[in-house]
């Protein structure tokens, strides 16, 4: 499913509310993407161009795709069109910023919220003064890495999301079943192993104020866009919060689809799925990981494998249908806590409602995963080198034995889905012809329907 670039569209209204002019390309429906960027810099002669990236890889230990490679063609196309100065930012600079700014060859790169960051970047340039004093900036050969400061005060009344239409080609998002990203808050206390988001983020939460919330999701379903997503870290932490966004929502005749599936069981009770009810979701995930206390211990999740039992009661007395996602293959993960897993997956989700599961988790430098991997002997890589995607495997599982397992997990369960799953290259048509039978997001509601259907059609899915 194509995702709607919500960072590059907050960066281009914070870049224009500073006094500047700005076109934004988004290159997601663009069957060559270096000949788009020569035709934009020919026809808007820009000052600087910024390129935003959300994800280093595909995080597929099966089949890794490195999309760092497909920026070498756009920079060419960049550098022989304009000496505009470049700015690298987005989600993955945040993670592996110098690194990224050394494999793409920006003059820049941006860290942190480039919402705040970026128009003090411009405003420099503007004045023909340097900018690599301002917290969050990456220079070639600047060893040092000023991280900017998340604020105390909170996002206020603010709600992260910006106005889609001026920016994107929406028509095309919603035939392929996307969905708007809304963030109702920033940062992340939590200390999952392998998670980015303390990096991208921030460590403590930064809230928007629910009324706003409310009122932006409104704002969206009137121009056409109705299937809202919450991209939050964890949508139901803070849990008061949570509850405050779907009161707000309920008291709103906003007329959307919402959806997150971003959840922690460990906060997750039936008067949070009530009100999420009211307040007009038609879908949710939990990020459960496991069902072992040992695997949930040794990725630091914070929740017990009680506290996911109890989720799945929660779920089971509700009509919302739920995603719940799980990570195989991490610290403490041995065959009898795979067997746990897939028992609780056999034994306690409903029929109805959809099972992912993924097998390895990429390792990020500076993360809790990098430690264990290096403390475990199985990593060596210098924190330089791991740009291209490298994977966490438990030492004490067969690989092939697990693969076997799930497959054979997912021949009797059609209602389970894996990496393996969400690489067929039919899912675009799948999604496009969804959309012209009446379907709407979360999609994941119909895998059964489409599991068996590709079946019937011979496909081996």
């Known amino acids: 499913m194509p995702v709607m670039p919500i960072g590059a569209c907050l960066v281009a209204e914070a870049a224009e509310r500073g006094g500047h002019g700005v076109s934004l390309l988004d290159l997601m429906f663009h069957r060559d993407p270096a000949a788009s960027v020569r035709a934009a810099i020919e026809r808007f ?21 490195f999309f760092v490679e497909d920026l070498a063609p756009l920079m060419t196309a960049i550098r022989e069109g304009t000496d505009a100065v470049t700015i690298l930012g987005g989600a993955a600079v945040s993670v ?113 104020d629910p009324g706003a919330v409310a009122d932006r999701v409104a704002l969206l379903a009137a121009s056409g866009i109705r299937d809202i997503e919450f991209v939050d870290s964890v949508f139901n932490a803070p849990a008061d919060h949570a509850l405050q966004v779907c009161e707000a929502l309920a008291r709103t005749r906003h007329r959307a689809r919402i959806q997150s599936l971003e959840l922690n069981p460990a906060f997750f009770d039936d008067e949070l799925l009530s009100a999420m009810e009211r307040a007009g979701f038609t879908g949710y995930g939990l990020t459960v990981e496991s069902a072992s206390d040992q695997v949930l211990a040794g990725m630091r999740k914070g929740f017990t494998a009680a506290e996911v039992r109890h989720a799945a009661e929660v779920v089971r007395r509700h009509k919302l249908p739920c995603a719940w996602i799980f990570l195989l293959d991490g610290p403490g993960e041995t065959p009898e806590t795979v067997r746990e897993t897939l028992r609780f997956a056999e034994q306690s989700i409903r029929k109805s409602d959809v099972v992912f599961f993924n097998i390895g ?18 990593l060596k890589l210098q924190r330089k080198d791991m740009l291209a995607p490298v994977f966490y495997h438990s030492p004490d599982v067969d690989e092939a034995w697990l693969v076997a397992e799930v497959r054979k997990f997912m021949a009797g369960h059609m209602n389970v889905i894996n990496a393996e799953t969400l690489s067929l290259p039919i899912l675009p048509l799948v999604n496009r012809a969804g959309y012209r039978m009446g379907m709407r997001p979360p999609l994941w509601r119909y895998t059964r329907f489409i599991r068996g259907g590709l079946r019937l059609a011979g496909m081996d899915v």
């Open 45 to 65: 002669h820009p000052d600087v161009i910024g390129i935003s990236v959300r994800n280093i890889d595909n995080n597929d230990r099966a089949k890794p795709v």
């Open 96 to 208: 592996m910023p110098e690194e990224l700014l050394a494999a793409v060859g920006a003059d820049a790169a941006a860290t942190g919220d480039g919402e705040v960051l970026f128009p003090h970047i411009l405003e420099r340039i503007s004045a023909n003064r340097p900018f690599d004093d301002l917290p969050g900036v990456v220079l070639h050969g600047k060893g040092s890495l000023h991280r900017p400061p998340c604020s105390p005060a909170g996002l206020g009344t603010d709600c992260l999301a910006p106005t889609y239409s001026r920016w994107l080609d929406v028509s095309s998002y919603h035939t392929s079943m996307s969905t708007a990203p809304v963030q109702t808050k920033q940062g992340c206390p939590f200390q999952c192993v392998y998670c980015t988001y303390r990096k991208i983020e921030g460590r403590t939460f930064r809230l928007a």
């Open 361 to 378: 988790i990429r390792i990020y430098p500076g993360t809790g995963l990098d430690d264990i991997a290096r403390s475990q002997g199985l």
